[in-house]
């Protein structure tokens, strides 16, 4: 039967006593696997169609892992299931990697539209420990950053933890169609808001019926489904965030009552078929905002209720409402699906590292933005300190427009860095430290500064190799749990051209019914923005060299 705990903060214990009583634990090792054994069965699993990719570390330094499956060279949309935020949850992260093992072996499980990643365990030191909280003492499902503090361990500050930056980069590599946060004490599934119930999601029909149907698939005994804060409220959480800052539906799913259920294996069978069935709900409409002159894709934003923020140009969505508008930094907003005209500025692009002086705001800029980060609006104090701001790609707004993705934030610390690049015979050559497994990299330059993916080549700790394209300036490498890139690519910068006008091109078969197409926002690749150096933790304003013989 549903029921009621107090509201956060007082329905969870305060440190020191969040490790869960023995009694509570399940028996034996199968009850909560080890993060070791985890990792070791993600291992195997790794093979044509599952990419094992390393996303992040944890605060005592365990690896976050994921797994990439799909079948599809060009995925058309992304799904997300993340497991174990709180370590006293083991059964979560088994359900995960039972549902990996599934769609590795049964590939057709995974539409050819999609692909599917599934993180078994976000909070390796707490699935260590047993514990709820992180090895800092947060509660990692709190310290997201929309309508954050309210709780209790929500920690210094929003995504102040290493696990949670890890998931924030992730989801900027992706456009996502929706995503599950797997979790156990209870038994149902939630849709948010979770932090209010003083209004109700945009989506919230769409999004009770998609939980109405996990609720009628799964077998779990007494599930139930609700709007998240009508069971209790929160702050900070995964899914008000993904939610909240992209426009990405993502649900809570209580798979069983007891948090460390002595056979896990029932629990995922209670489930493993609402699961599948969740992830082969087809978008209600996709579309693609790529450039008219070169097919790179323009980051985009389209409005259906709850905006939908796209980092690589893709929307795919389930929602009751096909969007108004869709728009682009830098362009002018239109209806969707209709070209996107240019009205921006260009500027010359700035980088900014953690430890760097504050920087004097030029006069003409006005405020900054990135796609699911909160604007900043005016610099009342006329500097800028990096310090201040997620790391990334900004959107300057200046008086005469704005100018994408021209303000160049490095990441929180310099676990990983570029120390050196180098671009020889079509290949860009990235050295430094801390690099993962299937690190990707996209180019960034023209114009209005579109993004596009790069071709990888070879990959170790120090160093990734990518093909490279003719005309960018800049590259972004995502590897494990981080951000970085290097600038100063191009030798032959112009910055007074503008773009041409703009067309639509023609659309492409995504394997669904939806709305589809591929639509242009006008730039030249072969017109690029001068840049300034690298840019790494304390490594700025640095040229190029030859590459190393």
Request: proline share 9%; hydrophobic share 40%; with cysteine.
């Amino acid at each position: 039967m549903p029921y009621d705990p107090p509201d956060d903060p007082a329905f969870w214990p305060t440190p020191p006593a969040w490790t869960q009583p023995a009694n509570e634990r399940g028996a034996g090792d199968d009850a909560w696997p080890t993060p070791e054994a985890l990792e070791a069965a993600m291992d195997a699993l790794a093979g044509p169609n599952a990419e094992r990719v390393d996303l992040g570390v944890s605060r005592e330094g365990r690896p976050i892992s994921g797994l990439r499956i799909s079948h599809s060279s060009e995925p058309a949309w992304s799904l997300r299931i993340l497991g174990a935020h709180h370590g006293d949850e083991p059964v979560s992260a088994t359900v995960a990697l039972r549902l990996a093992e599934r769609l590795v072996t049964d590939p057709a499980r995974v539409p050819d539209g999609a692909e599917v990643w599934i993180v078994p365990v976000v909070n390796p030191d707490g699935l260590a420990a047993h514990t709820r909280v992180n090895a800092d003492h947060v509660d990692l499902n709190r310290n997201y950053d929309y309508q954050w503090g309210a709780a209790t361990n929500p920690g210094s500050a929003a995504f102040s933890e290493p696990e949670t930056r890890a998931i924030r980069a992730l989801t900027r590599a992706r456009s996502w169609l929706g995503g599950l946060s797997l979790h156990s004490g209870a038994t149902n599934i939630g849709w948010p808001w979770n932090y209010t119930t003083a209004e109700r999601a945009a989506d919230e029909p769409r999004m009770t019926r998609i939980g109405e149907q996990y609720l009628s698939v799964t077998t779990a005994p007494d599930f139930w489904a609700t709007n998240g804060a009508d069971w209790y409220a929160t702050h900070g959480d995964s899914t008000d965030w993904a939610y909240g800052r992209w426009g990405v539906p993502e649900f809570t799913v209580e798979l069983s009552d007891v948090k460390a259920p002595a056979d896990p294996d029932v629990v995922a069978d209670w489930h493993i078929d609402a699961l599948l069935d969740w992830i082969a709900r087809p978008p209600d409409f996709v579309a693609d905002a790529r450039s008219a002159a070169t097919s790179e894709p323009i980051p985009v934003t389209a409005d259906a209720g709850q905006p939908a923020r796209s980092p690589n140009g893709g929307i795919a969505r389930w929602s009751d409402e096909t969007p108004l508008t869709w728009s682009s930094a830098g362009f002018a907003t239109a209806d969707f699906r209709q070209p996107l005209i240019w009205n921006g500025a260009t500027i010359e692009p700035r980088v900014l590292s953690r430890g760097d002086p504050p920087m004097t705001v030029p006069a003409d800029w006005i405020g900054l933005s990135q796609p699911g980060e909160p604007d900043v609006v005016g610099f009342p104090e006329g500097v800028l300190d990096a310090n201040a701001l997620a790391p990334g790609l900004w959107d300057v707004h200046t008086t005469a427009g704005i100018a994408p993705r021209s303000l160049i934030i490095g990441e929180v610390d310099d676990r990983v860095r570029i120390d050196d690049a180098a671009l020889t015979d079509g290949v860009v050559t990235l050295w430094g430290q801390g690099f993962g497994r299937g690190a990707e990299a996209w180019g960034v330059g023209g114009p209005v500064r579109a993004m596009h993916r790069l071709t990888p080549l070879e990959e170790s700790s120090d160093r990734v190799d990518f093909l490279w394209a003719e005309g960018d300036d800049a590259v972004m490498l995502w590897t494990n749990g981080a951000w970085v890139g290097a600038v100063g690519m191009n030798e032959s910068p112009k910055w007074d051209e503008n773009p041409p006008a703009t067309e639509v091109i023609a659309g492409v078969d995504a394997d669904t019914a939806a709305d589809v197409g591929y639509y242009a926002g006008g730039c030249k690749g072969a017109d690029t923005h001068a840049a300034l150096g690298f840019f790494a933790i304390g490594l700025t304003r640095r040229r190029r060299k030859a590459a190393p013989a």
